[in-house]
């Protein structure tokens, strides 16, 4: 009876598991549907915007210091946005493979020269990194417990104040760009320098917009000095909304996974409960009647 005491204690144990997996499946559909509207609000803001900068920069003669293409790249920055919690499935390990494998392949002088940095948003990224002894310059553990704009661009202005003064001559994103509820596309995006070229490649199939000609108020240069920090701004803003969508997407499959394994499990338990109870029946039964026929034959 002890083992059917320690299945009866299992079964129950599956249950409650069920029931917590189930309820963090659905608190992370509420959290995606919210996290949707904001990303999808944003994406073509920020696409318009970094169409404009690219057009403008282009068809004009002016500059910017964060379009500065360095000599030689010395220093480069990584801002790898990962997650505060677990419990995603493999959102975040997906995510940190692939940044590491970028960084062996195309950096490994740097890390070597220890002239790689990162910059980690969200707890995940900064304990992953940490641990593995890479040069985490600045950490922002806690950031999605109250996701705003302007903590956002405070990181990315430091990022490009840096880049201004000398100080990195690269700088990349790294995050989960929200493809489904089921799968997310890994993403590594240089921001910095901003190339112009690259930005007006998507639009210059568009040959009558391009032939247009602008008139500047108050000029071009004072409107590209306004629009670059706004646009690499609205990168990073981006790149933390996708991620918080497809995080919340990640969560709500990997628990409803969870959910069916605990039932499946269950059922499982079950019926070896049903089978060790039957035995024991059997048994007990087998052992009267022995019983009986002894006392039969006295």
């Not at 003669?61 to 493999?90: H, Q, W, Y």
């Not at 007006?200 to 108050?218: R, V």
């Not at 306004?226 to 969560?251: D, F, I, K, T």
Request: proline residues 2%.
């Amino acid at each position: 009876m002890a083992n059917l005491r320690d299945i009866r204690n299992r079964i129950s144990s599956v249950n409650n598991t069920q029931q917590i997996t189930k309820a963090m499946k659905m608190v992370a559909a509420a959290k995606l549907r919210k996290a949707q509207d904001r990303m999808t609000q944003t994406r073509p803001y920020a696409s318009k915007i970094e169409e404009v900068a690219g057009r403008l920069a282009d068809n004009s003669s002016a500059t910017n210091p964060v379009m500065r293409k360095p000599e030689e790249v010395k220093n480069v920055l990584f801002i790898v946005v990962g997650s505060d919690r677990g419990l995603c499935g493999g959102f975040n390990n997906n995510l940190f493979k692939e940044v590491e494998s970028r960084l062996h392949s195309d950096f490994q002088n740097h890390l070597d020269n220890k002239t790689l940095s990162l910059v980690t948003i969200g707890k995940k990224a900064s304990a992953h990194f940490k641990k593995r002894k890479y040069n985490v310059i600045n950490s922002f553990p806690g950031f999605f417990d109250d996701i705003k704009y302007d903590a956002t661009s405070r990181i990315m202005e430091a990022a490009t104040a840096q880049f201004v003064d000398g100080d990195f001559d690269e700088v990349f994103i790294a995050y989960n760009e929200f493809k489904s509820v089921i799968a997310q596309n890994r993403k590594v995006q240089k921001v910095l320098p901003i190339d112009t070229e690259d930005i007006t490649k998507s639009d210059s199939g568009n040959a009558s917009k391009q032939a247009i000609d602008y008139l500047y108020e108050p000029n071009s240069q004072a409107i590209l000095d306004r629009l670059l920090p706004l646009h690499l701004n609205m990168q990073l803003w981006r790149a933390v909304l996708e991620s918080n969508a497809s995080e919340q997407g990640a969560r709500m499959t990997a628990m409803d996974s969870a959910t069916e394994n605990a039932k499946d499990l269950e059922r499982d338990l079950r019926l070896e409960y049903n089978q060790a109870r039957q035995s024991a029946i059997t048994t007990e039964i087998s052992e009267i009647v022995s019983g009986a026929q002894a006392l039969s034959e006295n």
